[in-house]
């Protein structure tokens, strides 16, 4: 038994259990940070539940743990869970990054709408990408009758040109360099 010393008075308690109050932080602070934010859904299958704990809990705080002490190295604030968490989010979509020398490319749905009877759908229109490559291969009719109809815009070209999901991620890269935390 050891002799511990609390607010008002001691109490005594096992050298074990000392000795982890004493050392506990490292794990604990983590399940902490990790338990302000549950992504867990509602799942029959177990291991569901340990992919996205491990992928959107335990590797998110363990990452803002590390950022938060380059961050307070370089003499600047650290993270919250919620803002490291939405600084991610907008990372990984690539909204709100601005690069001075080259314009930030992101997929989004557009805006038109179509008219009449059908005013709650939205605009689609030939997907570059798979038109044009449609047209090398067999020519104009056959992408014309062919070629993926989508609904999505790049979002940082000047025209707002047409992509698929497949197409975009050929014909634009992604610049990470600047990510605002």
Same mark, same amino acid.
């Given at each position: 038994?050891?002799?511990?010393?609390?607010?008002?008075?001691?109490?005594?308690?096992?050298?074990?259990?000392?000795?982890?109050?004493?050392?506990?932080?490292?794990?604990?602070?983590?399940?902490?940070?990790?338990?302000?934010?549950?992504?867990?859904?509602?799942?029959?299958?177990?291991?569901?539940?340990?992919?996205?704990?491990?992928?959107?809990?335990?590797?998110?705080?363990?990452?803002?743990?590390?950022?938060?002490?380059?961050?307070?190295?370089?003499?600047?604030?650290?993270?919250?869970?919620?803002?490291?968490?939405?600084?991610?989010?907008?990372?990984?979509?690539?909204?709100?990054?601005?690069?001075?020398?080259?314009?930030?490319?992101?997929?989004?749905?557009? !805006?038109?709408?179509?008219?009449? =009877?059908?005013?709650?759908? %939205? *605009?689609?229109?030939? @997907?570059? +990408? &798979?038109? #044009?490559?449609?047209?090398?291969? !067999?020519?104009?009719?056959?992408? =014309?009758?062919?070629?993926? %109809? *989508?609904?999505?815009? @790049?979002? +940082? &070209?000047? #025209?707002?040109?047409?992509?698929?999901?497949?197409?975009?991620?050929?014909?634009?890269?992604?610049?990470?360099?600047?990510?605002?935390?």
């Amino acid at each position: 038994m050891e002799t511990v010393p609390r607010r008002r008075s001691t109490v005594s308690k096992p050298v074990m259990v000392a000795y982890y109050n004493k050392n506990k932080q490292g794990i604990d602070v983590s399940d902490q940070l990790a338990s302000y934010h549950n992504s867990l859904r509602k799942t029959i299958r177990w291991y569901h539940k340990v992919i996205i704990e491990l992928l959107l809990g335990t590797s998110v705080v363990n990452a803002m743990i590390l950022f938060n002490e380059q961050q307070l190295a370089a003499g600047l604030p650290a993270a919250s869970v919620t803002q490291f968490r939405e600084s991610l989010c907008k990372a990984m979509l690539q909204t709100g990054v601005n690069d001075e020398d080259k314009a930030i490319h992101y997929l989004r749905e557009t !805006a038109q709408k179509e008219g009449g =009877k059908r005013a709650d759908r %939205r *605009v689609r229109r030939y @997907c570059i +990408g &798979c038109y #044009d490559q449609m047209v090398k291969g !067999a020519g104009r009719q056959v992408a =014309k009758l062919k070629a993926k %109809r *989508v609904t999505t815009e @790049c979002g +940082g &070209c000047t #025209d707002n040109p047409r992509f698929c999901f497949d197409c975009f991620a050929k014909f634009h890269t992604c610049d990470l360099r600047k990510i605002p935390f």
